[in-house]
């Protein structure tokens, strides 16, 4: 397969030209409001009702008519690559379909236009459904007690971390170390961090996993817990899990799971089953809200009873058949952010969930992990090495290692990735996690077609041809995307990071 | 919704795994932890049943009003069409974060875009591309400010959104930082000499709100620019963007780093989230490399040949630096940035002018109205105020707004209900009124609460 992607071009080096090139600066616009000269009358001139010393007196933003802006945008979007566009295989992010029913669902006048402080009783719906979606993620989970508000996973983790620091100054403990392994998501070692903990990472041991003994070793009276993810970063599952569980409860610690990797075990475990205190869930990855260019996202924490009394306040609650936000959270950690959590990103998980039932949640998870067990094994046949667990099956994604193709041609991760844009498949996540050289790290979705995952898999046997002939050819891609091989070297020695600055000193 | 879910495919993969049913993909896993059957979310719903229900049991228990006069932060504005429009572009909202900047140099422009324009609204010179709301950028400004002065204090003015003030408890408690109220003054500003005995060498940011939680506009931001500088503090500023028409902004008086809800630039109030949380500072080297959160910078291609975008500075973040992270955060507010980019772009200067003006009438009309009615007045009548109104009744705010919501009307948000410590008896109200409201709106709302009186 070929892809060409769309390529504005104005000439002289420049793709679509900024909006401070497109309109001058300081004058012009849309007024999207008038205001009314009765008014105006009444009250008379703002400019003698405000304090001279605080009155702007320019704005250089640049104007421009609303035709001009359509296309600008229009153009941009055309210059980017969406889930809807083609197989993306970002290993960790689940790039998955969003229903459109979803996306009209939220974007209903009556939800788009709620006020937060709009009263209680009425807004039974929507806290309807935020209470119906919060009893859906626990008996996924089998975390009988949950919190909407952390605004995205790395989110969700603090809130875990602050409400496993506030649970031993509860108890009067003084436990200031978390154990990570040493291929866990980058936020987690940053969450801990904040919430103020000593980092402790564990090594994994030669098969990928959680070493026992180094867990073993690690831990002490000190430890307060340990955050993992199951399956792991390399997609596999940690099978010693109940160990790990058992090694930490009878140390008195916790365990908190990253939930960035559901996707494969929705359905077929509860995260209570494998002992897990507190855990996070990524709406905008499982559960199929889109991840909008990088964001809002949702990251729900759910908990056992032990940690009920911590949450984030206010939970949503139901009395009879009266649905409230609930302020008497007594051990409370407080709040993360301003209201009840991204509703908006919420509700396209309550749809989700409720298209799917329970049958088609516990489908999701088994067609993820089929889909990347066949498209491990066809690229293995072809020749590309898995480092870990190849042996066993991997769950919804896998991680190859092109450190061979590096010896022999001299082709990194990146170039391979690079190669694959031109045949219109979004690259992997690369160089993730570390402990695996030159990492490939893929993520085929429950949303791929057997015809997408054969057309990835054949493009990236046809790439591997194209290198054993003419390595040249891939360290020149991408040829069909926006714009050629970007040097982020550059940009981030020259930090020109608006327009002004680079006016100033780029031109 | 999954394609492969037909039988007779996911036979074929299977036997291509040499695999005879699906639980051999799960044979890593101790077997006591599978699940007999899959959890007891209810059926499979069709596409139409699942609207249906949504509309019966969701929608409909949901209030119908068109008029919305309530306070608090989050505000009912006027979302140009073409803002839903194109923010509803598949290659903008269902990407991710732009790791592969070749095939996704449209997000990165915006993003670049929306740094530039809200650097320009603010005059600030940077600004990152989004955080999760204007709380949680408070409370990543206050981990800011002690990185980067090694100090633990942080003072701040009392009339801070209460919500706000809670995040940034959370945010900074591990780090055991001091946190000092500064009282307010007649007019509801700052009290500037309770300011000034408390700010010394000791104190890493001072957080000032214009407008603050009661619509107030600080009119001395200079005064307390030099106060903080004289100390080596920095001066954070949190502000309503829409405001920036009208009144100069906080990078053109000495503030060190700004703040605010992007929300109000095309953003949906969808019951409190998502919103968009600004963060920006001035250019200090130092101070950039501390920054918390995605920079988009200004690269070239490998060959030189051509102008392109890329997310700069990842060193600082969780993915490359782990616990030494300026931050954890990872998934942002993109889109929120997307629309707010869209937004400014359209209405440009003249836009944004007149947003600010309209906002700015309503306001003065509205509060001159109250304070004529017998039984009504605002909280600090002579203060410079913008969208957001006070009001203090004589009566139960709970059976007056029962009364404005018979006539269509949302009203105000009564403080003491949320915010005991502000309001034990009840007896305020917060307003809003935007650019949606019209004359005859103002003159509507004034006379239904005449009819309490």
């Known amino acids: ?507 | 919704m999954i394609p492969n879910s037909r039988k007779e495919i996911i036979a074929r993969m299977l036997g291509e795994l040499g695999l005879k049913d699906v639980k051999g993909l799960y044979s890593d896993v101790p077997q006591t932890l599978l699940l007999d059957r899959p959890p007891d979310v209810g059926k499979s719903m069709s596409q139409a049943d699942v609207s249906n229900v949504f509309e019966r049991e969701i929608l409909r228990r949901i209030l119908d009003v068109n008029l919305i006069f309530t306070g608090g932060g989050i505000a009912d504005h006027y979302v140009p069409a073409l803002v839903d429009e194109l923010s509803s572009r598949q290659e903008f909202y269902t990407s991710y974060t732009p790791y592969q900047p070749e095939v996704s140099q449209g997000v990165l422009q915006v993003l670049f875009e929306y740094q530039s324009l809200m650097a320009e609204l603010l005059g600030m010179d940077v600004v990152n591309a989004s955080l999760y709301d204007y709380a949680s950028a408070l409370g990543e400004a206050g981990r800011f400010s002690i990185r980067v002065t090694k100090r633990n204090k942080i003072v701040l003015a009392s009339t801070i959104h209460p919500e706000r003030y809670s995040v940034l408890k959370t945010y900074v408690e591990p780090l055991g930082t001091e946190l000092v109220l500064i009282p307010y003054d007649e007019s509801g500003e700052l009290s500037l000499e309770d300011l000034s005995s408390v700010v010394d060498e000791s104190v890493a940011m001072v957080y000032v709100e214009s407008p603050n939680f009661f619509g107030v506009i600080e009119t001395r931001i200079e005064e307390i620019s030099q106060l903080c500088h004289d100390k080596g503090a920095l001066l954070a500023v949190g502000v309503d963007p829409l405001s920036l028409g009208l009144i100069k902004p906080p990078g053109e008086m000495g503030a060190d780093i700004v703040i605010g809800e992007g929300q109000h630039l095309g953003g949906y109030m969808n019951y409190g989230g998502p919103s968009l949380g600004i963060f920006a500072i001035k250019r200090r080297f130092r101070h950039i490399r501390q920054m918390p959160g995605r920079l988009i910078g200004i690269t070239r291609t490998v060959d030189g040949k051509f102008r392109g975008y890329s997310m700069v500075l990842q060193t600082r973040e969780q993915h490359i630096r782990q616990e030494e992270a300026t931050s954890n955060i990872t998934t942002n507010s993109s889109l929120m940035a997307i629309r707010a980019a869209i937004y400014l772009s359209l209405l440009g200067p003249d836009g944004i002018r007149k947003i600010s003006e309209k906002i700015f009438y309503n306001t003065l009309y509205l509060k001159r109205k109250i304070n004529e009615l017998s039984c009504f007045k605002t909280l600090f009548p002579r203060s410079i105020s913008f969208k957001e109104i006070p009001v203090i009744a004589d009566k139960s705010w709970e059976d007056i707004n029962k009364f404005l919501l018979s006539k269509g009307i949302l009203g105000g948000f009564i403080i003491g209900s949320r915010f005991p410590e502000l309001d034990s008896e009840k007896k305020i109200a917060l307003f809003s009124t935007t650019e949606v409201h019209t004359k005859e709106d103002l003159d509507y709302l004034i006379q239904s609460m005449r009819e309490v009186c």
């Open chain 1, 1 to 507: 397969m070929r892809y060409i992607q769309a390529r504005w071009e104005e000439g002289d080096g420049i793709l679509e030209p900024t909006v401070f090139e497109l309109g001058k600066r300081g004058d012009g616009g849309t007024p999207i409001v008038s205001v009314e000269e009765e008014l105006m009358e009444e009250i008379g001139s703002l400019d003698e009702i405000l304090p001279e010393n605080i009155v702007r007196r320019s704005i250089n933003l640049p104007g421009l008519s609303e035709p001009e802006v359509a296309r600008h945008f229009s153009h941009l979007a055309q210059m980017n690559f969406g889930v809807d566009s083609g197989p993306y295989w970002l290993g960790s992010c689940t790039m998955k379909y969003t229903p459109k029913l979803a996306m009209r669902i939220a974007s209903v006048s009556k939800i788009r236009r709620l006020h937060p402080y709009a009263p209680e009783e009425q807004v039974q719906g929507i806290l309807k459904a935020l209470y119906e979606l919060k009893e859906m993620l626990s008996k996924i989970t089998g975390l009988p007690y949950f919190s909407l508000q952390p605004a995205a996973g790395a989110q969700g983790e603090l809130v875990g971390a602050l409400m496993i620091r506030k649970k031993f100054m509860d108890l009067g403990e003084k436990r200031d170390e978390i154990l990570i392994p040493e291929s866990a998501h980058g936020s987690n070692f940053a969450s801990a961090a904040m919430a103020g903990f000593k980092v402790v990472r564990i090594p994994p041991s030669d098969e990928g996993t959680v070493d026992l003994n180094a867990l073993r070793a690690a831990i002490n009276e000190r430890t307060a817990g340990m955050m993992i993810t199951n399956p792991n970063t390399l997609g596999i599952f940690e099978s010693d899990v109940l160990e790990i569980a058992n090694v930490l409860h009878s140390n008195g610690s916790y365990l908190y799971y990253d939930g960035a990797n559901l996707n494969a075990i929705m359905g077929w475990i509860l995260l209570s089953d494998m002992g897990v205190d507190i855990a996070h869930l990524n709406i905008h990855k499982t559960f199929s809200a889109p991840h909008g260019g990088g964001g809002p996202g949702a990251g729900a924490v759910g908990t056992t009873e032990e940690f009920r009394d911590f949450l984030p306040i206010p939970v949503i609650s139901k009395r009879d058949d009266y649905y409230f936000l609930d302020y008497n959270v007594p051990k409370t950690i407080g709040k993360v952010r301003m209201f009840y959590g991204n509703i908006g990103v919420l509700i396209k998980a309550w749809v989700y969930l409720k298209l799917l039932g329970g049958e088609g949640v516990r489908s999701v998870s088994t067609i993820a992990v089929l889909n990347a067990n066949y498209a491990r094994k066809k690229l293995v046949e072809m020749g590309f090495e898995v480092l870990y667990g190849k042996d066993r099956p991997c769950k919804h994604e896998f991680v190859l290692s092109l450190s061979g193709l590096k010896k022999k041609y001299g082709i990194r991760a990146l170039d391979f990735a690079k190669a694959l844009i031109d045949r219109g498949f979004h690259p992997p996540t690369i160089y993730f996690p570390l402990i695996v050289p030159e990492a490939f790290m893929m993520e085929p979705t429950e949303s791929d077609s057997l015809r997408e995952i054969d057309g990835y898999v054949n493009a990236m046997g046809d790439i591997l041809r194209r290198i054993e002939e003419n390595p040249e050819e891939i360290l020149q891609a991408p040829k069909n995307s926006a714009i050629g091989r970007i040097d982020d070297v550059f940009g981030t020695k020259k930090l020109w990071l608006t327009w002004k600055i680079y006016e100033n000193e780029g031109r």
